[in-house]
């Protein structure tokens, strides 16, 4: 007997869903901040390379804005291995192990970090550096890492009144 389930079981069992858009959905960030991981995971934020790769004019060159590295702004480079990003990340103490799957290298963060609101702190810190990165690219302001810390802080004490009730206070104590 045929039934539109069984199609759709047959159809999707082997498609491999990547794990990390789970977290995505699954975390108690606002949408803008879930749209925007998405878009980061799957490769189609707007970084310079990415316009490079679309053969867009970039007025001050294909490299980062938040250090002086002189490296192609990338995903990884922007949100993983610049010097501001570096320190956001040992100020959070997650650490990003090199490797190429990142699926792996999340899980090994993630089980590091071990809080249960890792995703939310990673989803918010990226947003943050996005913002200082566009604030330097569009309007000239020099990026501090004062006001990404402002930011991000407020952005998450916001975030505990969206988060289970049973996880509030842990983000509220690791906030402190």
């Known amino acids: 007997r045929f039934s539109a389930k069984q199609y759709y079981v047959l159809v999707h069992v082997p498609i491999q869903s990547n794990k990390l858009l789970a977290w995505i959905w699954k975390s108690c960030c606002t949408l803008k901040i879930k749209v925007f991981a998405w878009l980061v995971i799957m490769d189609r934020i707007n970084t310079k390379d990415m316009l490079q790769r679309r053969h867009w004019n970039i007025e001050d060159g294909p490299n980062c804005v938040l250090c002086q590295a002189h490296c192609l702004e990338d995903i ?9 990003s570096c320190r956001i990340w040992n100020y959070l103490q997650i650490e990003w192990l090199p490797g190429n799957d990142m699926m792996q290298i999340a899980q090994q963060a993630r089980r590091a970090f071990n809080k249960p609101f890792f995703a939310e702190i990673v989803f918010t810190a990226w947003w943050h550096i996005w913002l200082l990165r566009n604030a ?22 916001l975030l505990s009144h969206r988060i289970k009730p049973r996880i509030k206070e842990g983000l509220l104590r690791w906030i402190d």
């Open 136 to 157: 330097k690219v569009f309007r000239h302001e020099r990026p501090y890492f004062a006001s990404w810390k402002s930011g991000f802080v407020h952005d998450l004490t």
């Open 76 to 84: 990884n480079h922007l949100f993983f291995s610049c010097n501001f």
